[in-house]
């Protein structure tokens, strides 16, 4: 399938050529791609950018999220509309959110971003599995399910992410497939916006934001958890407050690390600033928790003791380049970090952005490119030129680096001592998923991100299967240790429990802590008799002010009001255990 892209035509001289439209069978050979794209590209002549092929109108049958009715391109007129392909797990899809940020801020009402989800995995296909992801990316645009991929093959996408501009008399200007959107698209946009500025619409369309049912859940889309069992302290990576929370071992909580707004800012506990946090790790002495600062693209380092936040790597730029071995760290920057492991001084990162693992050798402060090209894969092999897919969770058993890739549904392993070559224990390909136990050549996964050793055995968070999977280290055999499937908060007995995309998972003390993601919970597995329970997280009020308020959406029947009332009122009432704060 070839596809004309923004690219290609700035490059060019945009010369009028219609987009092709894709089969079916291009599904087969898509992937979820990093791209690249910077201003000086080309350049736009003075020819003019209106298209010429009618954009697909959207069929009906489908959810819309954010908006109160479905979205059509025939109400569109008059505006430029940009179209976000895009699958939820993608973690190149996810860096593309900024820059989709940025040109509806610049651009306001003329421009109208819809995110046109065509899921790669058989739960991204679900409506529950996009409200989260929509909620947890803070997405303020129209998004559209797009299961069965019809409005993708009308729009001739061929990967994740795609994106197609659609110019103010609703025909298709181009598309592009890859990351670096912003640098690219905004001066179509802005040509566009001048080039038809008779006819620019700039009524607002109405939002309806997707908003929690309640607001009773505490953690919101935690990502990690990480277990100090000698000092008896948890530690909760809650992503979706951009905060760390460190709590005992019974769920007392202890302290909040964060404001609880999104950003990059060192300083003390109150006033550092996260970016939706995912993996952690502990200084052998117990007096520094390291934090993958994903949507940063930086590690951070916290002294528990001050509770000072300080950044060891990353400017909260997405890197474009790796770095030579001894890289300096300071002022590197990173991908997307997720998982953390510290084995004496070398601290490895699963750099999920460039699908990578990378070391910092936190004594001398430098980097290093540990395993993968950098092309998405699972080629195994030399460290070097084995491909990885979106590397997140880590592991040890004190030999060996264990990891999953989440876009390739796998468990893969290679020699802390960079030795021998990178070895995969359970999955076959980037489009081989599914939900079986068995020997390696059965088994099967569905977007594992959390792994941890525990007597033997790896735990895998099976995120998309809602499972906890033991894997051997050694034969990759997969078998379900607590889950039953269902996408639901149900503690229990091994499969009779339930939960909900489960991320990071740890071990101590006999029990498995897993970061229940859109359970907003913390989930805690006994290893002995598989019973899981959920822990009741106390004392919330030393976190108090360090989350972003929660918005909810409550659905009331309507009610009569007389015409000569001069006054409502509007009593409001908080679940139990909160408190409404006076305006």
Known sequence: MVSVSILTRLRTTWPLVP??????????????????????????????????VAAPEFPGGHTWFNVSEPLTIAALRGKVV?????????????????????LEEEFGDALVVIGVHSGKYDREHDDDSIREAVLRLGLAHAVVNDPDFVIWNLYGANAW?????????????????????????????????DEFSDQIDLTPIR??????????????????????????????????????????????????????????RDGLADEAQFNQPHGLELSADGETLYVADTRNHALRAVDLASGAVTTLAGNGTRANVYPVSGSPAKNHELASPWGLLLVGDTLYMGMAGTHQIWTIDLAAGTLTVFAGSGREGIDDG??????????????????????????????????????GVVQTLVGTGLFDFGDADGPPDVAQLEHPQGITYANGLLYVADTYNHKIRSVDPETGHVVTFAGSGLSSLTDGTGISAAFAEP????????????????????????????????????????AIGSAQGRTIKVSLPGQEISPDADTVELRLSAPAGYKLNDL
């Open 19 to 52: 987009l092709l439209f894709v089969a079916a069978a291009a599904l087969a050979v898509a992937a979820c791609g990093g791209g690249s794209g910077s201003p000086g590209e080309g350049g736009l002549d003075d020819e003019s950018l209106a298209g010429t």
């Open 82 to 102: 940009v179209l976000d392909f895009w699958t939820l797990g993608c973690i190149n899809c996810q860096h593309i959110v900024p820059d989709l940020e940025q």
């Open 161 to 193: 992410p795609t994106t197609v501009v659609i110019d103010p008399a609703g025909n298709v200007v181009g598309s592009r497939s890859g990351e670096g959107v912003y640098p690219v698209v905004q001066p179509v946009v802005a040509r566009l916006l």
């Open 207 to 264: 939002l309806d934001l997707e908003a929690e049912p309640i607001a009773t859940a505490f953690l919101s889309h935690p990502g990690a958890v990480l277990v100090d069992e000698d000092g008896g302290r948890l530690f909760i990576a809650d992503s979706g407050n951009n905060r760390i929370l460190i709590a005992d071992l019974d769920g007392r909580l202890d302290r909040a690390i964060g404001d609880g707004q999104r950003g990059l």
């Open 382 to 419: 030399p460290r070097l030129t084995a491909t990885l897919a979106q590397p997140s969770g880590l592991a040890t058993d004190g030999t060996f680096l264990f990891w999953v890739d989440p876009e390739s549904s796998a468990v893969r392993k290679l020699p802390l001592d960079g030795g």
């Open 503 to 542: 991320g990071g998972i740890a071990a101590a003390a006999g029990r498995l802590y897993a970061a229940d993601t859109n359970n907003h919970a913390v989930r805690i597995v006994d290893l002995a008799s598989g019973n899981v329970s959920t822990l009741a997280l106390t004392n919330l009020g030393v």
